[in-house]
């Protein structure tokens, strides 16, 4: 099996990590009480590290994960994301649609 060494730990970009703390110190009520009564978040957190591993501490943020193109790919982190990968949450192929049939 593959993968990284348990004893590293999980790879976070620090950019990432500074814009968490960051957000965290700027609404400390909402990072400490209101987070999880349901609360929205009040800032989107911008990223391009689609290899960082997503931790505990990033319940109930949004982010939003560059998906290879232009656009940006919003996420809310739930507890079932947690030690998953951003860029598994975030597609990176556009998928053809079928046109439809015309009736004559």
């Known amino acids: 099996m593959g993968g990284r060494a348990a004893w590293k730990g999980p790879y976070v970009a620090v950019s990432l990590l500074k814009d968490v703390i960051s957000m965290a110190c700027a609404h400390p009520e909402w990072w400490s009480r209101t987070r999880f009564q349901g609360s929205p978040a009040p800032a989107i957190i911008r990223t391009q590290s689609r290899a960082s591993v ?14 290879g193109s232009k656009r940006m790919t919003r996420i809310e982190v739930s ?3 947690v030690g998953h990968k951003f860029g598994e949450f975030a597609p990176t192929r556009k998928y053809p649609q079928h046109k439809d049939k015309k009736k004559k």
């Open 54 to 67: 997503i931790l505990p501490d990033f319940l109930k943020c949004v982010f939003f994960v560059h998906n």
């Open 79 to 81: 507890e079932n994301m």
